[in-house]
């Protein structure tokens, strides 16, 4: 089993920055970190994700040159610094954890944390 536990959500003006950090018991070997969004009335959206050792990321088209994803396998932590927020940016985020080979879809990861709230005001 792994448990995950995303923090650093909270209420940002637009244009401000927040980063979120994913807690993990321990990272299964070989896995894909992934970070996913919900708002409200929305589909879950993909957000950005990396693999094992951090040589491969992928981001979501509107979040490009915005976001960074990056991991500590050493500290069992995955890191999404978001700048430059925008009021769609808001939504619950989501800290997933899988051995998978789309990293952009949901449905392939077998672990989630829980979710940390991101609002973005004007």
């Known amino acids: 089993q792994v448990q995950l536990v995303e923090s650093g959500g909270g209420l940002v003006q637009a244009g401000g920055s927040l980063r979120l950090s994913c807690a993990a018991s321990?990272?299964?070997?070989?896995?894909?970190v992934g970070w996913f969004r919900q708002a409200p009335g929305k589909e879950r959206e993909f957000v950005a994700a990396?693999?094992?050792?951090?040589?491969?990321?992928f981001y979501a088209d509107s979040v490009k040159g915005r976001f960074t994803i990056s991991r500590d396998n050493t500290k069992n932590t995955a890191t999404l610094q978001m700048n430059s927020l925008k009021l769609e940016d808001t939504a619950v985020y989501y800290c997933?954890?899988?051995?998978?080979?789309?990293?952009?879809?949901?449905?392939?990861?077998?672990?989630w944390g829980q979710g940390t709230q991101v609002t973005v005001s004007s």
């Open positions: 321990r990272f299964t070997f070989s896995s894909y």
């Open positions: 990396i693999n094992w050792n951090g040589g491969i990321t």
């Open positions: 997933a954890v899988g051995v998978v080979t789309g990293p952009r879809n949901y449905k392939e990861y077998g672990y």
